[in-house]
């Protein structure tokens, strides 16, 4: 095997492609007003989420963002269109999301979701989406317990819901 030089030169790591990417799409509010907007498609959120998993990766993702996305699939008709924006976040967990992304994002849905808007349907189905995505070795790399603790609290938060008692098993 042999070693490659690095792409980008040490210091100039800022205006690699993959930063210049990033940058256009929160600059052009790509996620916000083409993704996640008023014509959103189920097409074009399943074809999102290599862009979603670089901005994860650069930096570029926010909580909002995560928000955004998770609301984006509350209360939808389409159930393909819910199944792509919960595929879609749980494809960024673990490996394209900070530790504190991670946390953000299962908290948020355990207390605007769950708790405030008793959407246990869309929890659940985010949870299977995840459960599908997730690789045992991969959870380990929820870096932090924080993380690792946010999961397990969305999963009792779910368990201990009132609609899902006598429901699962």
């Known amino acids: 095997l042999q070693r490659l030089d690095p792409l980008v030169d040490a210091g100039m790591e800022e205006s690699s492609l993959e930063h210049q990417v990033v940058r256009w799409a929160l600059e052009k509010r790509i996620l916000e007003e083409e ?3 008023p014509s959103m498609h189920r097409e074009v959120v399943s074809r999102a989420g290599a862009l979603l998993k670089l901005m994860g990766q650069m930096d570029g993702l926010t909580g909002a963002h995560l928000e955004k ?5 509350l ?4 159930a393909e269109l819910v199944r792509e ?3 879609a976040l749980a494809g960024l967990v673990p490996l394209h999301l900070s530790p504190s992304l991670t946390t953000h994002l299962f ?3 355990i207390q605007r979701s769950v ?3 008793g959407a246990l349907g869309e929890a659940l189905a985010f949870i299977e989406q995840l459960a599908l995505m997730l690789k045992v070795e991969e959870l380990a790399s929820l870096d932090g317990e924080k993380a690792v603790d ?4 969305l999963l009792w938060e779910v368990l201990q819901h009132s609609g899902t008692r006598g429901t699962v098993s």
Do not use: F, P, T, V
């Not at 996305?69 to 699939?73: M, S, V």
């Open 35 to 37: 993704l996640l907007g």
């Open 69 to 73: 996305i998770w609301k984006a699939g």
């Open 75 to 78: 209360g939808q008709q389409e």
């Open 85 to 87: 924006c919960h595929g």
């Open 107 to 109: 908290g948020n849905i």
């Open 115 to 117: 708790r405030e808007q």
């Open 150 to 153: 946010s999961l397990l609290g």
